[in-house]
């Protein structure tokens, strides 16, 4: 069956410094999304992306955020300059068309530590 | 804005059923689901029904939907070890498919 993956499971990063995470979205979804998980806190969305571009972003996803697919397959968020506050578990889903589109696949997650 | 509550614990014997409860504010909500978290893994979906459905019956699983109370529940029958996981409900709508997340039910079986 299909998977949504993602890429590392686990990053540290120092305070400051610039991560990607990435994400291969199930291979015929067009539509992606990304989320996050605080520790203690409910799942949170991010942002959604389709054809190439931003459908909705949160009150979160602000300037130090940003999404690409840099090719047919990867599904990336960027942070810049990260800080204490970001470190959060961090999920990618996507979802089919065709009528299909409320059906939200999840990959297992990047957790990400910012020390 | 939207919320959507659920108790955090609920510990059921094996061979049980399981109801895991969730409410939800927001009226106009189109879709509301049922993910699966297992220890290190991801969300997965379990099932979801329409706003527009009362019940929706899937092998082990029945979710009812009280939408005027706004309420939703997932019953698991015949519960096992299986089953012990983090159960989250959420809720998206018809225009922009957001969910809007609950802190997540934990099930304990016990034996």
């Known amino acids: 069956e299909p998977e949504v993956t993602q890429t590392p499971s686990h990053q540290v990063t120092q305070m400051g410094q610039e991560v990607i995470l990435r994400c291969v979205p199930i291979?015929?979804?067009?539509?992606f999304y990304w989320y996050r998980q605080i520790l203690g806190q409910k799942v949170e969305f991010l942002v959604s992306?389709?054809?190439?571009?931003?459908?909705?972003k949160s009150e979160i996803f602000d300037d130090q955020f940003s999404v690409e697919r840099p090719d047919g397959s990867n599904f990336t968020l960027k942070i810049r300059s990260t800080k204490l506050e970001d470190s959060a578990m961090y999920f990618c889903?996507?979802?089919?068309?065709?009528?299909?589109?409320?059906?939200?696949?999840f990959g297992p997650g990047t957790r990400l530590t910012v020390t | 804005g939207e919320d959507v509550e659920q108790s955090l614990f609920l510990s059921v014997r094996e061979g049980d059923s399981s109801v895991i409860n969730c409410t939800y504010t927001d009226s106009s909500s189109t879709y509301l689901y049922w993910y699966k978290q297992e220890p290190g893994a991801g969300l997965q979906l379990l099932t979801y029904i329409f706003s527009n459905m009362d019940m929706k019956q899937d092998q082990r699983l029945t979710v009812l939907l009280n939408k005027k109370d706004k309420h939703l529940s997932l019953r698991i029958a015949d519960t096992q070890t299986g089953d012990s996981a983090i159960y989250f409900c959420?809720?998206?709508?018809?225009?922009?498919?957001?969910?809007?997340w609950g802190a997540g039910t934990k099930l304990i079986i016990k034996p």
């Open positions: 889903a996507s979802s089919p068309t065709g009528g299909r589109t409320y059906e939200q696949y």
């Open positions: 959420a809720e998206s709508m018809d225009s922009n498919y957001q969910l809007i």
């Open positions: 992306f389709y054809n190439n571009e931003i459908s909705e």
């Open positions: 291979s015929n979804h067009l539509y």
